[in-house]
């Protein structure tokens, strides 16, 4: 750990009460105590959930626009 961001502030719910990491990395969060959000903070389960959902390979403005903060590839749903 070196205590300097690994990426962008938390883009989750505004009104997160609570954020706790499980054993494989996966970031769950809760809202008004009653919603539960998992988010995968390993990059390639984070890149399959993003080509699945999109069918397809993100273009480059895509990309720019939701991970400014990392290179463009355009291989990541091959």
Known sequence: MTG????P???GPANAESLAFDSDG???AT????DLLDYSTDP???ANAV????????TEAEWRHYIPYVP???DVCG
């Open 26 to 28: 996966t970031l769950h």
């Open 72 to 74: 463009y590839r355009w």
């Open 9 to 11: 502030p938390f883009a």
């Open 44 to 46: 390639a389960r984070a």
């Open 51 to 58: 080509c699945a959902r999109a069918g397809r390979s993100l």
């Open 4 to 7: 300097q961001q690994a990426g």
């Open 31 to 34: 809202s008004d105590g009653r």
